[in-house]
């Protein structure tokens, strides 16, 4: 076991390398050098100023070096001009201009600074990935319960009326996007049109004060999408498991036929939900982006699109290497929690 | 003029669609007539789900074939005085013309683009589909066949693609700005060599012994294969062509490389549990090539899965391309894709909610109907 989890990590680490270089490198690429030069010094620059703001500001090392740098294992850059002022990576960030700090990358916990926002970004980041924490953490409270009571249901009687409804229903929910149902939950519950205005059709007051008004519709839009497919997959597993020999010795033996369910059947058929669910966690990034976006939540997903939209390069960085830890911690514990829970599994 | 009654509308609407109603019609009944001759085909068409999912998918195909009958006016042309105006409103200075669902935030006909979407929805994600599997079949199969170091290194790359966040990957490679760097280029040049290289050893380890039949096989290919790889991936074909727009191939290039590690990982499962059947051990007696047995022994072989993912990737590269509509970074600003549409119509959508509905139908039902044909083929493949 442990050496699975050693070389499980060590797996993770190498990627996260090449993800995040493969990231530097693409948000890096000469057109946005040059809208950041221009959008730092002025829109009428030429393109020989470009060029030697590039050079003076460190940008015109190897890119393997520069991401060195950001990452904070190899030194940042020093320049002295003629006048003898010397800039650097460190020196404008560091509290201590004489003394500056020779790293200064992630390793450092130093994450940059926002152009757009005007503010550091790792205070940005951690403000922004609590309010997404909040959503996060409805979303996976209505969608799991109930993707898991649907599956279920619908698994241990297969064939039955009920579970071609809710089969149905998880079909249904799995070819519904979010920026489509978003839509029509809008329309129904929040617009004249639908005449029923239970709900608000934006979050953004749900960012100081979450209410059952203004949080329902992007919780229910996001927790739509994936509640189809943990269900299916439920679904099939429990479908499974029911057909198991000792299914039918326990029905022999004269338990009710709850008892057989909640007591044999459960616990075997929810280990191939549980990766699943941790898969799913992924995929929820993107429908936090378009969630976000459309109830203009101002979270994570909605930092993304805007340092985007605004060439804020390393906000972008950051909003990326945040995104694939996620992706990466996820499938870790989904590794993990699978050998845990199947005892059939061993790893060596 | 007076405003269309909501039964009216409906009415006109389906009459529009005469063309695709005619079209199911002649289709199923002559499906349902030689249904017993169609293999896989034909049995779909005896469970519900199936034929469910058939009739929605036939629908939207049949919708892009005669999207210019059925749309009543230009997707593109802005009328005055019909800006945002409601389903059923006559069209100012035309007789005998409503906006049907009517008009958008340019004073665009809301029916019409919905009915002109349905084209590049259905140009750009089969294709896009079938180039994945291209790519996903034949780097999947001798990874799974050889295994070892070069299933290691293909298999790590394809969980480095996977690992990426989707909406990441598609903001970083989708911008304007990336065209000029030229990525897209090498990428799809990379990419669209692949269904050359398939074709290409389909054909060779068929007829290695017959060089006159590979003869002609292979130049066909070849011919045929860089003409529209030099058109496509590089805007070079001398004739003319074969075209992409840069912002299309872009969009083209990022949704292939999104699906291509996700094929390629199921291919490669299915090609290891493959090549331990006793057909294959034979093909190795009798001395195979081993680009033989890949392509002719273990791929018909694994097609019913395969056959079934097809169907379920075109519904999400629909997804995947409404995602990037709804982004903004659709084919074109002006284009009727559902995704840009959508997009377009959330931002009123607290005073006019009619611009962005029907395109969500419209595209939930295309998903829905690839998903239930996917469900439809399963369950059959499953019988045999």
Known sequence: MISFLIRRSGVMVLTALCLTFIVFFLTNLEPNLEKLTKSEGNMRMTDVQVQSWLEKNGYRQPLIKRYGEWLGVSPGWTNTDDEGKTTGRCIRRAEDPENPAKYCGLLQGEWGFSLVFKNDISTIISEKLALTGKLMMWVLIVMVPAALIIGVIAGMREGTKTDRTLSGFSILSTSTPEYVSGVILIIIFSSKFGGLRWFKGTAATAMENITFENFTLPVVTLALYGVGYIARMTRASMAEVMTEQYIRTARLKGLSFPAVVLKHALRNALIAPFTVIMLQIPWLLTGVVIVETLFNYKGFGWTLVAAVGNNDIELLLACSVVAVMVVLVTQLISDIGYVFLNPRIRVN | ?384
């Open chain 2, 1 to 384: 003029m007076e405003r269309l009654t909501a039964l009216e509308i409906t009415t006109r609407v389906l009459a529009q669609f005469t063309p695709v109603w005619i079209g199911l019609v002649v289709i199923l009944t002559l499906s349902f007539m030689f249904r017993k001759r169609l293999g896989l085909y034909g049995k779909l068409l005896g469970s519900p789900i199936g034929t469910a999912g058939l009739v929605l998918v036939l629908f939207w195909v049949l919708t892009a074939i005669f999207a210019d009958l059925i749309a009543t006016m230009d997707p593109l042309t802005q009328i005055s005085g019909m800006k945002n105006k409601k389903p059923g409103w006559p069209v100012s200075g035309m007789e005998g013309h409503w906006y049907l669902l009517g008009g958008d935030n340019l004073a665009r006909d809301v029916f019409s683009r919905m009915v002109k979407g349905s084209q590049i929805v259905l140009a750009i994600a089969p294709a896009a589909t079938i180039f994945a599997f291209m790519v996903g079949v034949t780097l999947g199969l001798p990874s799974g066949y050889y295994g070892g170091k070069l299933d290691t290194s293909l298999s790590f790359l394809a969980n480095l693609v996977l690992a990426f966040p989707v909406i990441l990957l598609f903001f970083l490679l989708v911008t304007p700005e990336i065209r000029s760097t030229g990525v897209p280029l090498w990428l799809a040049g990379v990419l669209f060599l692949f269904p050359i290289i398939f074709f290409c050893m389909l054909f060779y380890s068929r007829f290695r012994e017959q060089p006159n039949k590979l003869a002609i096989y292979l130049s066909v290919t070849l011919v045929l294969g860089f003409w529209a790889y030099s058109g496509l991936a590089f805007n070079k074909d001398p004739l003319g062509v074969f075209y992409m727009d840069p912002n299309l191939l872009n969009i083209f290039v990022a949704v292939v490389f999104v699906n291509s590690p996700t094929v390629f990982r199921i291919v490669r499962g299915l090609t290891i549990d493959i090549k331990t059947r006793d057909y294959v051990a034979a093909a190795q007696t009798r001395g195979e090539m081993p680009w033989y047995i890949m392509l002719w022994e273990v791929l018909p072989n694994a097609r019913g899965p395969l056959i079934v993912d097809f169907c379920l990737r075109i519904g999400y590269t629909t997804i995947l391309l409404g995602t990037l509509g709804f982004f903004g970074l659709g084919v074109t600003p002006e284009s009727p894709d559902w995704g840009m549409t959508i997009n377009e119509g959330r931002k009123l959508l607290a005073a006019y909610p009619h611009p962005a509905f029907p395109p969500t139908i419209a595209l939930m039902s295309l998903v829905l109907g690839l998903n239930l044909l996917a469900d439809g083929l399963r369950e059959e493949s499953l019988k045999d």
